[in-house]
T-cell receptor
Framework: AQKVTQAQTEISVVEKEDVTLDCVYETRDTTYYLFWYKQPPSGELVFLIRRNSFDEQNEISGRYSWNFQKSTSSFNFTITASQVVDSAVYFC??????????????????FGQGTILTVHP | GAGVSQSPSNKVTEKGKDVELRCDPISGHTALYWYRQSLGQGLEFLIYFQGNSAPDKSGLPSDRFSAERTGGSVSTLTIQRTQQEDSAVYLCATGRPLQRSFYNEQFFGPGTRLTVL
């Protein structure tokens, strides 16, 4: 069965520090998608990035970057020069194609437990 | 355009009562998911709708939970005889029709916080 592990429950940093949020996943499918979502105090999940299993290129978007390594089943997220507004809960998620289930998983997401990031001024 | 909306935003109920939670999807989004976020279980999938049918109900925790969708639009999640362990935030997410790659991006609503006393 699929599983997503975010080992870091809480991280606290001071503004302008770089911070990396770890995500390790388990799946038997060869086709899958990985996501990161941000949940600010308002509670609404905000989509940050998706990656498919065939694309291991790292991605940078402003202060955000993602490192996808199939060899270690990891999809880590780095915030460079963190800001107070980055304080939120961050979730890593997996969506399988469902090949091993004989069909489709219908795109449903399996989430990690989340990492609470607090950035202090 | 309007995002996914959910109502009520907060619901407090007494143990044993039934509750209905509503989700209004983004226009044109035929895929609709319900998730539950609780302290003990994190974020977990409940049910998936494609149009009005629910091909995946595998996440519903008990037969007290049911959901329907009408007109391929609004969905209602019903919890009968609520228990204290049902207290959680119930999130709805919607997306465009699934592509061959079995993927669609999900847009989440603000959630309904349910408290069962």
């Amino acid at each position: 069965a699929q599983k997503v592990t975010q080992a870091q429950t809480e991280i606290s940093v001071v503004e302008k520090e770089d911070v990396t949020l770890d995500c390790v996943y388990e799946t038997r499918d060869t086709t899958y998608y990985l996501f990161w979502y941000k949940q600010p105090p308002s509670g609404e999940l905000v989509f940050l990035i998706r990656r498919n299993s065939f694309d291991e290129q790292n991605e940078i978007s402003g202060r955000y970057s993602w490192n996808f390594q199939k060899s270690t089943s990891s999809f880590n997220f780095t915030i460079t020069a963190s800001q107070v507004v980055d304080s939120a809960v961050y979730f890593c998620a997996l969506s399988e194609a469902g090949q091993n289930a004989g069909g489709t998983s219908y795109g449903k997401l399996t989430f990690g437990q989340g990492t609470i990031l607090t950035v202090h001024p | 355009g309007a995002g996914v909306s959910q109502s009520p935003s907060n619901k407090v109920t007494e143990k044993g009562k039934d509750v209905e939670l509503r989700c209004d999807p983004i226009s044109g989004h035929t895929a609709l998911y319900w998730y539950r976020q609780s302290l003990g279980q994190g974020l977990e999938f409940l049910i998936y709708f494609q149009g009005n049918s629910a091909p995946d109900k595998s996440g519903l925790p008990s037969d007290r939970f049911s959901a329907e969708r009408t007109g391929g639009s609004v969905s209602t999640l019903t919890i009968q005889r609520t228990q204290q362990e049902d207290s959680a935030v119930y999130l709805c997410a919607t997306g465009r029709p699934l592509q061959r790659s079995f993927y669609n991006e999900q847009f989440f609503g603000p959630g309904t916080r349910l408290t069962v006393l």
